[in-house]
Structure formats: C-alpha cells, structure tokens
C-alpha cells in the first residue's frame, strides 16, 4: 500500500524563518508588475522547490512576464503549452519521467513537477485537465496563483472573482452591483479528488506558504495549492500594500489557510481575532461601489463559510 | 522476413507501436481509433509493451500530455479520429512549433454536423495546416510500415517534427488485412532508440514555449516551414532505407497504369483500390485511364505530382473532404496551385465523393471517367461537383 501523506511528510525538510533558502530559480529581472503578489507567491514556490524541478506553466501573467524570447528569468526547465492545460502537460512529463527511469533511459528519480496556473487558467478553461490529472494520481504538485480575475487580457472576472468586485466585465451599473457571483472554491474541489495534500496559502504568510509547497512536494501523488495574489494592477490598490492586503484576506477570514492531508481538513491559521470584512474591502478600489447592505451580506457570507469549514476540521 | 498473419488494421498499428517500444500513449477513446488504444492497453496491461498508458480525459489532453511526455525526451504515441482530431488541433499547432517527434494514428472520419461516425478526410484536411508530417496509407501493410516509418522520420535530428499516420477509418481501421509483420530484431535495425536533443532537464534547463514577441515571430514561422519542407528528403531516404531492408519500397506519389493515361483519377487512402478495380475494367475496354495517388500528403509532394500529371489530358481531383463554397474541395486547391506553378492545364474537375461513410463504388469512378471525358470534349467550364447526391 501507497505511504500516507500524513506519513510522507512527517519528515518533511521545513523551512524556518532563521533559514530560507536563498536559491532563486524564478530569477530576478522578470517584467511582472510593482506590487505584483502573484510572482511573490510564485518566487517563494520555487524558493521552496530549489533546482530539481521542472516547472509547467499555463498561459498567463507569470508566462509573459518571466520568458520573452530571447530572454528567460527561469534557472529551472520551464515548459509554457497553452492556457487550459498545465495539468495534462505535467501528467505527461511526469509520465515520461516515470517510465524513462524504469526502463533505464534516464537516471533521475528525485525529480519534482510542478504546474502552475492563474484562477483562469485553473477554475475555468483549465479546470478539466486539473481534475483529470488529479484523477489519475500523477506524482506533481499544482499550484493556483488567484489574482481573482483575468489580469492578463484586462482584469475580466473569472469564477473566482469575489462577489461584488468591479472588472472589465463585471462592471457595477444601474442592475448590477459588479460580480454577481460567489468565488468558487477549487480547492475543495481538489480535495473532493481525494488526492493526498490539499493546501491554501498566502505569501503574507511566507513561511508557511514555503512549507505547505514542501509538503505538496513531498507527498507521493498529486498536490494541490490554491495561493491568493493579489493584484495591484486589476485591484485598483497601492503596489505597496499588497501584502498587507494578502494578510487582512486572511485575518478577515475571507481566505482562510488550511490544509487537508489524506482527506483530513485542519486550519494552519485559526484567526481568533477576525477583522470585519471591511477593513479588507476598503483597501482596494474594485470594492468601493459596494453599500453597506453588499458589505454586509458578504460578512455574513463569510462566517457561514467559516463555520462549514470549522466542521469540516472536525474529526 | 517476417510472418505473414490476417489481423484488424487497428491491431497491426497498436503492433507497430508496440515495435517501436514507445514509452508514452496518451489515450482517449472516439470512434473509429478505439481500437488502437484498447489494444495498446492490453499490451501494456500484459507486459508486452512497457510504456505509460495515460487514459486521459480528453484529446485536448491527450494532445497536451503527448507534448509534455515528447518534450520530456520520450517516445510517444497517440491516436484519434474527427471530433477528437478538432479538439486538439489547437494543441497540435503548437506540438509542432515546440519540434516535438510525437506520431500519431488519424483514423480519419467525417467531421460534425451532423454528427458522423464514418470515414472521409475532413480530419485530414482540418489539421492540414498544423504543422505535422502527413502521410496517408491505401492498404493494412502499410500502415503498419509507415507507423514505423514516421517514428524514424519525426525523430531524425535533421527533421524534429510531429507526424500523421492516416487510415480510413473502418474501410480501413476494422479491415481484416493479410499484413506481413517485422520482427522485433528488424525494427530494431531500423529504429534506433529516441535520443532527445533537447528536453526538459533539471540538470541542462531550458526555457521551451516562451512569448514569441512581433520580432521573432516570423522568424520562428519561417524557420518551421522550412524544416517541414526539409523534412521530405528525409522522408524519401528512410522509405528507400526500409525498402532496402525489408523489400517494400514506397515513394511519395504511387501512380497505377500512369504509362500512357490520358485521363488520371487523382486521389488519396484506401479508396484508390476500389479506383484500381474500375481501372483494370476501363482499360480492358481500352480506355487510356490510370490513378495517381499521394502517399505524402505534407509536405506536399508538388514535384512528384507535376511528373505524374505532365502528359495526361484529363484530371479528376476526388477529395474526401468539403470545403463549404470555396473553389471546390480542399485537395483541388493544393493540386491547382501546383500545376498553375508548372504551367500545366490539363482539364481538372472536382469531385467530391463518400463524404461521412457514403460508398464510392467501383462503377462510381467508371462514371466519373465518362464524365470527365465528356465534359473535356464538350468544353464545359469545370466547376466542382459533389458525386451521388440523392435528389
């Protein structure tokens, strides 16, 4: 029988915060935005992974930014097919890799995979090829960066965009108060694959991002990471706040940080004190149509939310 | 030389991969290709074949984690028909911009609407302009040969390439065929193992599939379309390598009674035969008719096809496939071009016949013949005609 999650990360390395790695496979000189929370995340990904990894990337912002030919801010492999399918690309490279090594062709059996992918590119186009590869229990880890829209043709809203919010296609007007729509939730929905390591993150919470994608890593199966990103560019905030917008996301209980191993569900933050969900909302100017009556019905929205997953960590 | 046993078409491809000891098949089933994979299952469920067998969830997919798998370094191996064919072309475009040696078996089938389970070469000729090597097989041996052949071809450093096996799908997937099988030790005299000359590798890391800005984007075009037509000189001389070998020598257009035809039916896959039959039966009444058929289908074999046609009179173009109101099927536009190039004007008529599974019977093509012949000495303006169509 297959070694438990639970078991395979048992010994995981950790990253202290007295000790973080100072390799920078995702390279400085990228043309990402000021301010931009998704390269953040994804720079402390590969901080955690090191330099035996091959990287799948979707179609997106961190696709363009990081690989105009004949220029490249990756120290790693790095493979970019197209937008809906980072996950069937990696099942195939790691399939590859699987049978190389058996039959003898290559000898490099501590390989890690990674695909990344932004929430279009993984709660939308992408979402079939991630549930397929998910299935089929290939041996990589999938990291979603959620700016919560489609940053790279515009900020137009996604099924990840929070309700209310303004995009390019879900403007508030006259019959509309912006996102009509609740966020999905992928990573429940990964976690319903019954794959062994489920985790969310935020890089305001470096550390434990860095070491939830060490674990994902070490699992034996597929990984899932949902990382929120924020967006200073699509969000209408100040480049400077961003982490401090991905830690209110958290301390509102908005985004709460988890992590679900062989299926059992335990928050990695608690956020005894919550903040009202004001004080997230206001920092950015896609919220600031929202009334008193939207805002509160969000709060309300996130409590309930918050008691599901309460119960969902009680085991 | 090897043993000479019946078997379904489908069976000897799954047979051939399994030669070529393939390391990766991405698989998802659509008819008339199921048979391929499951076989290919059962191969590898058997040990026969030690490959990854990855049942995906879509040719989308199937597409994509062939690309991922080839630009890993490994042999790979998929298949599909029609619907299957359109949903990855999106992928396969860019297979064969990133130069990766994927081979894959078209069991060519009509396109939807309405939805069509039976044999044409709408698939074909929508994944005309992707990019991959085609070739189109006529018989059950050569499909078996060219599955081979394609892994040699795309793989040879000099070409680096995606490549197409096409078989009609039933007329010639589900055909029980008299095919004579290499033996493991005469592939391997062959096919030598697949040495990536790039791929992804922690230990050399490339950046593949990066943003190709207006300034290199023409270039990189060129660059491919360059090496799809260098790729033919390749083709030619792994065809002459496996005929020295094995016997079976095979070129890029077959021609059939061509010596002293004045009309020429020109056409692709497993149809020919039946055009054979109705020649053998024109010419006994002494008509001057012969065949000429593509086996290469990209690149295209404009030299070859400009010697075939340089001395008949009359052209009959059937294709397989339609293009809704442009001039005609989409095989006339390639075979016009060529011979308006080489200032060649024999009288060319389109016809466009057994789209979605419709029988082209041998008397169909002695009518064709008839027609052709009567429109030419009529002077009639050739314009495309869609054969058989009920009233």
Known sequence: MMESAAEAIRNYEKIKASKIPRVEPLTNGHRACQGCGEVLALR???????HNVIVVSATGCMEIISSPYPQTAWEVPWLHVAFENAAAVASGVEAAYKVMNRKGKINQPDVTFLAYGGDGGTADIGLQSLSGALERGHNFLYVCLDNEAYMNTGIQRSSSTPYGAMTTTSPPGKKSIGQMTWK??????????????????SPAFHIDLMNKVRKGATVKGPAYIHIFSPCPTGWRCDPSVSVEVARLVVQTRIFPLYEVVDGKWRLTNKVKHPKPVIEYLKTQRRFRHLTEKEINKIQQRV???????LKRCEY | MGKRVGIEVSLAVSHAVMLA?????????????????????????????????????????????????SAAGARTFTATSSQGLALMVEIMYIASSLRLPIVMAVANRALSGPISIWNDHGD??????????????????????????AYRVAEDPRVM??????LDGFTLSHMIEPIEFLSQEEVNKYLRPYRAPIRMDPENPITMGPVGMPEVYTEAKKAQD?????????????????????????SPVETYRMEDAETAILILGSL????????????????????????????????????AVKNVKNLAVIDRAVALNGMGGPLSFEIRSVLYDANLHPYLKNYIAGLGGRDVTVDDFSDIVSDIESCAQKGVKPEYTIVNVRE
């Open chain 2, 21 to 69: 000891d393939v390391d990766v098949i991405a698989a998802y089933p659509i008819t008339p290709q199921t048979h391929i994979v499951e076989h290919l299952s059962e191969l590898v469920a058997d040990g026969l074949l030690d490959a990854e067998f990855i049942p995906v969830e879509s040719e989308h997919s199937a597409m994509s984690t062939s690309v991922g798998a």
């Open chain 1, 44 to 50: 402390l990904v590969m901080k955690a992974l090191g």
């Open chain 2, 124 to 149: 074909m000729m929508l994944s005309r302009d992707t990019g991959w090597i085609q070739t189109v097989a006529e018989n059950g041996q050569e499909v078996f040969d060219l599955v081979l052949h």
């Open chain 1, 303 to 309: 409590d309930k939310e918050w008691e599901d997953l």
């Open chain 1, 184 to 201: 999905k939730n992928v990573a429940a929905i990964a976690a319903a694959h019954e794959i062994p390591y489920v985790a969310t993150a």
């Open chain 2, 161 to 166: 390439l995606p490549m197409i096996v096409n």
């Open chain 2, 272 to 307: 020919a035969e039946t055009a054979m039959t109705a020649v053998d039966k024109m010419r006994d009444k002494g008509k001057k008719v012969g065949i000429i058929r593509p086996r290469l289908f990209r690149p295209f074999p404009a030299d070859e096809i400009v010697e």
């Open chain 2, 226 to 250: 360059e090496a799809l037509k260098n790729s033919k000189k390749v083709i030619i001389e792994a065809w002459k390598e496996f005929g020295d070998l094995f016997g079976r020598y095979y």
